[in-house]
Each structure stands twice: as structure tokens, then as C-alpha cells.
């Protein structure tokens, strides 16, 4: 029960820990926060939803339930979903802006 509770904490879990040990699986929340935005990007239709189940499961995240493991995968995933939808909101713009250079370039023809 106390290793609960300090988990909640955000303490690493005992997952955590053996994936921060372990060299062919040490991931950087730095690394994973870029991939987010990529994929935002690349997959500007795909609901965070779905995404934060893809990227939670891959690293650990959350639980079987979707719940975050601990405050700090919670912490890490708030920044995944802001560099998500940074990506998702950086491909929209393109898309904007070359939609009004094309109608532009249009209106001079």
C-alpha cells in the first residue's frame, strides 16, 4: 500500500524503473514529446484519444484502464498532448497557407 501511494506521488514505479535500466528500452521524455509532435503533424486527423493509447501503451504510461501509472507518466503525458496538437496545429497552417497562396496566384491569372 505504501508503494502505491508513493507511486501516486510520482515516485518511478517499479516499470518505470526496470525500463530505465534496461539499454534497449531507455526512452527520453524528450524523445517521446518530438515523436508527439511528428505525429500531430504527419496524422493531423488522428484523435488524441486514440493517439495517447498508442503512445501510453508503447512506453508504459498508463494502465490497462488508460489510466496514468504515476504523476509523473501524467506529467509527461500532458506534454505529449501538447506537442500532439502543436504538430496537428502546424500542419493545419500549412495547409491554410498554401491554400491562400494557391487562391492567390489564381486571382492574379
Not at 514529446?33 to 508527439?36: G, P, R
Given at each position: 500500500m505504501?508503494?502505491?501511494r508513493i507511486a501516486k506521488l510520482g515516485a518511478p514505479t517499479k516499470r518505470e524503473f526496470l525500463i530505465y535500466q534496461s539499454p534497449n528500452r531507455t526512452f527520453l521524455k524528450e524523445s517521446i514529446?518530438?515523436?508527439?509532435e511528428d505525429h500531430g503533424f504527419e496524422s493531423p486527423k488522428t484523435p488524441w484519444k486514440e493517439y495517447r493509447q498508442q503512445i501510453g501503451y508503447r512506453y508504459g504510461l498508463i494502465d490497462k484502464n488508460g489510466k496514468a501509472e504515476s504523476k509523473g507518466a501524467r506529467d509527461l503525458l500532458r506534454k505529449v498532448r501538447q506537442a500532439f496538437l502543436k504538430g496537428q496545429r502546424q500542419k493545419e497552417q500549412i495547409k491554410a497557407a498554401r491554400l491562400?497562396?494557391?487562391l492567390k496566384s489564381k486571382a492574379e491569372h
Open positions: 505504501e508503494m502505491l514529446i518530438a515523436e508527439a491562400a497562396q494557391s
